[in-house]
């Protein structure tokens, strides 16, 4: 039994398709096929279903891929482990963060870190923070600087700031001139939101939900200059943190009758191995570079 075949199996389970497990690992897809074949023979038992489109996990594939996952990822452990000798000479960090913060709080962080550890490389990847905590859970991430309100108690949670969603309009907007915004006046509106996997797009739905509102959703976006000129150009209404709404000549920020306010924090695995690269960014993080 070979490390690669396990590797190439998990892969398969996760993705439940061979071709896209293949992309992912950036082999052929024969290259998978047969080792999962040859995987199967040595066990003497069939780990996948092929009897239907797609791909899936027989009771002793599921059985068998639950001990895969803890070897991998002790096998995984024990290389960084290895690897700390390298007293940061070395070292990869990948960071998950929603899109809506990382044009506007990541670089300041990044530059700040990099100063400070030239020889350690960042990995960004832009998800929302609901996705970005399932790829924590799931070991795909070490850390993710997002929204840590009601943070699974599996996680680690270093608070860096609280943020108040706010609303905002066109300057040419008939609430433009709002002190708050009521939730008749969010009813009555034309709403421009946060592509699903947004937890900002579901703190605002559970609060229509408990108002009875329906929302008249005409655009979703997970981009935020895209969202920011929709609403230049009174599109529609916007909810936004109030750090990104600021200093945009072209919109108003209005806070809510009802304020929401949110935590951001950065967020790892509690039983994680953290490496000394992983460390170093926690101490930056709890100390970062004006």
């Not at 639950?66 to 960090?93: P, T």
Request: proline letters at 4%; a neutral charge; aromatic letters at 6%.
């Amino acid at each position: 039994m070979e490390l690669r075949q396990l590797e190439y199996f998990q892969m398969a389970s996760r993705l439940r398709n061979i071709t896209r497990a293949a992309k992912r690992l950036r082999v052929s897809q024969p290259n998978i096929t047969v080792a999962i074949k040859k995987l199967e023979n040595e066990l003497g038992i069939q780990l996948f279903d092929r009897s239907q489109k797609q791909l899936s996990l027989t009771p002793e594939g599921s059985v068998f891929l639950s001990r895969v996952e803890v070897a991998l990822r002790c096998l995984n452990d024990a290389l960084i482990e290895v690897n700390d000798f390298k007293q940061l000479q070395k070292g990869i960090i990948k960071i998950g963060i929603p899109p809506m913060m990382g044009a506007f709080l990541f670089p300041k962080i990044f530059s700040g870190f990099q100063s400070r550890h030239p020889a350690l490389d960042v990995l960004l990847f832009e998800e929302g923070s609901i996705a970005i905590r399932e790829m924590l859970d799931r070991d795909e991430l070490d850390f993710g600087i997002a929204i840590t309100s009601n943070a699974s108690p599996s996680l680690n949670v270093l608070p860096m700031t609280r943020s108040q969603l706010v609303v905002c309009v066109s300057k040419d907007s008939k609430l433009a001139n709002k002190e708050k915004i009521s939730n008749s006046e969010i009813a009555s509106s034309n709403l421009i939101v946060m592509k699903q996997g947004s937890y900002l797009r579901q703190i605002i739905q559970d609060r229509l939900r408990s108002l009875h509102i329906s929302p008249n959703i005409v655009l979703e976006s997970s981009q935020i200059t895209t969202i920011k000129g929709l609403v230049a150009h009174n599109v529609g209404i916007a909810f936004l943190l109030d750090f990104i709404a600021d200093n945009n000549n072209e919109i108003i920020s209005i806070p809510l009758e009802e304020p929401i306010f949110v935590d951001i924090g950065l967020a790892w695995k509690k039983d994680r191995y953290v490496s000394k690269a992983a460390q170093a960014f926690i101490d930056f993080c709890k100390d970062p570079i004006d």
